[in-house]
């Protein structure tokens, strides 16, 4: 096998030491003009602008909520965790279970937004998860209203809505129409679990 000379391996050596130290030349040159935050020449301000981006130094245009489900049934550690946590957290508690209006009364004191987390049927699952009082597609306009009314009073001091499971009542529109209107009558709102792609929750809150 013929060897190149050692004059052109040492020649492409230099070429790629040379193309290293002028990339790390552009490098440098770029974060100092971003540091440094040059007033005086307005040619800079897209500097600036990207220099705030890696420094973070945008406000904060958005907001997160966090929602914790399945209250009311004293999980373990359930007071640990609402103490521990220093941020505000909107609690759903589900109704009709032996802890509802402690837990509801415990996130409230601590100063946490309470909603119900209503059982509703799903497409497939244990029909025990609904309890006594889950709302399915089986039941009347009018049974459906009445959980909903029942819910609000036994869980204190909430401002909403979320459905636990509910895939399949929440394709349902006749069901969602009977839930929201009673919300509406109290001025609450819903948040959609999104148990299914299929939900009508949105569309029929918005009309």
């Not at 890696?54 to 929602?67: D, H, P, R, S, T």
């Not at 309470?114 to 059982?119: D, K, L, N, Y």
């Not at 244990?126 to 459906?144: H, Q, V």
Request: hydrophobic content about 40%; aromatic content about 8%; overall charge neutral.
């Amino acid at each position: 096998m013929k060897r190149k000379p050692i004059a052109i391996l040492l020649k492409k050596q230099y070429i790629n030491h040379a193309l290293l130290f002028i990339a790390l030349g552009i490098v440098f040159l770029i974060f100092f003009y971003l540091i440094m935050e040059p007033k005086s020449l307005t040619t800079w301000k897209a500097s600036n602008n990207l220099r705030a981006l890696l420094f973070n130094e945008y406000k904060v245009k958005g907001k997160i909520a966090i929602i914790i489900d399945d209250f009311g049934n004293h999980g373990e550690g359930t007071k640990e965790m609402l103490t521990s946590i220093d941020r505000p957290l909107t609690c759903a508690i589900m109704p009709f279970m032996p802890y509802t209006k402690e837990e509801a009364e415990l996130a409230y004191s601590l100063g946490h937004e309470v909603i119900i987390h209503i059982p509703m049927e799903p497409h497939k699952g244990n029909p025990k998860w609904l309890g006594t009082k889950g709302i399915t597609t089986l039941l009347s306009t009018e049974e459906i209203k009445k959980i909903v009314g029942e819910a609000i009073e036994e869980v204190p001091y909430a401002v909403g809505v979320n459905n636990h499971m509910g895939s399949k009542a929440t394709e349902d529109r006749r069901v969602v129409e009977a839930i929201i209107e009673v919300l509406k009558e109290k001025d609450m709102y819903i948040i959609d679990s999104k148990t299914t792609r299929n939900s009508v929750i949105r569309e029929v809150a918005e009309e």
